[in-house]
């Protein structure tokens, strides 16, 4: 599993956070981190220092807050994903077909109206 940031990738100027290049077993994996560390021990989850997730170009820690902010930087290289325990639920399910059989769909893990979406692209592509 890889993690980049692509910016300006269409006319408005929206960027991503890319998480990419993973099978079933990373997604299992990925997903696991998500339930254990911040859903259940309500910690935050720094993605550099995951041994199977290997950083591009950017860090990314997601934590919990009281609403959601999405995905925010101070320098394009270091990024905090800020949601509320229910939209890292959300996320949850929205990452349990990767987790179920191979694919090359790919999947925007929150919907905020905001600069820079998360997503989630075995292929890496969108």
């Known amino acids: 599993m890889e993690l ?7 006319d408005y100027g929206d960027n991503v956070v890319r998480l ?12 696991a981190l998500i339930k254990q560390i911040i859903i259940q021990n309500k910690c935050r989850l720094d993605l550099s220092k995951i041994e199977f997730i290997e950083r591009r170009n ?8 009281p609403n959601d902010e999405g995905i925010l930087s101070p320098d394009n290289e270091n990024f ?6 229910e939209s890292y639920e959300n996320m949850l399910k929205l990452i349990e077909p990767f987790c179920k059989k191979e694919s090359k769909a790919h999947q925007y893990l929150y919907d905020l109206d905001i600069p820079t979406d998360f997503l989630f692209a075995p292929a890496g592509t969108w």
């Not at 990419?20 to 997903?31: L, Q």
């Open 20 to 31: 990419y290049n993973f099978d079933k077993s990373e997604a299992i994996k990925f997903s």
């Open 58 to 65: 950017c860090n990314l820690i997601l934590g919990l807050f």
């Open 80 to 85: 905090f994903c800020i949601l509320t325990l």
């Open 4 to 10: 980049d940031y692509i910016d300006n990738i269409n």
